[in-house]
């Protein structure tokens, strides 16, 4: 395992999707190497979507099964239509893996640490793709030991 330089957040937006790790996990991801976030159907999770820029960095977090966040990827290619949306009004992006966390930060820790209690994750919990500020993205990296490969 080895440990490598956290990615530069400068002139990034800063994303957590939450994806259950028995339909959909980070592994998969990996397996893939490219993904397509689809199939959200929430007006302000939409929104978030459509708000991508190419590069931005993403939290990915395993929910129901697990309750962490797991790892980093990036958005490769925002602004898509859902394909699984026949109406065409839904939003998607394709993601790709950048790296595991040394260590998954469970939503308990979370939920402990004073600092994140204006994270959208925990003020908007039902909420599957909400920002992240710098300074949350900065504490959280750090709570998890870094990035590994």
């Known amino acids: 395992m080895t ?70 990827a990036t958005i490769s290619v925002p602004g898509l239509t859902d394909p699984t949306d026949p109406e065409g009004k839904w939003a998607a992006v394709k993601l790709r893996p950048v790296a595991k966390l040394a260590r998954p930060i469970t939503l308990a820790e979370i939920k402990a640490t004073p600092a994140l209690a204006e994270m959208d994750l925990l003020r908007l919990s039902r909420l599957s793709v909400s920002s992240v500020r710098p300074t949350e993205w900065a504490l959280l990296l750090e709570m998890a030991g870094g990035l590994v490969e």
């Open 3 to 72: 440990t490598f330089a956290n990615p530069d957040v400068t002139g990034k937006q800063l994303w957590l999707m939450k994806s259950e790790p028995d339909v959909y996990s980070y592994d998969d991801l990996v397996a893939e190497g490219e993904g397509t976030w689809d199939g959200v159907r929430n007006h302000l999770a939409a929104r978030n979507l459509r708000s991508m820029r190419e590069g931005d960095l993403v939290f990915f977090y395993h929910s129901n099964i697990g309750r962490e966040i797991v790892a980093v």
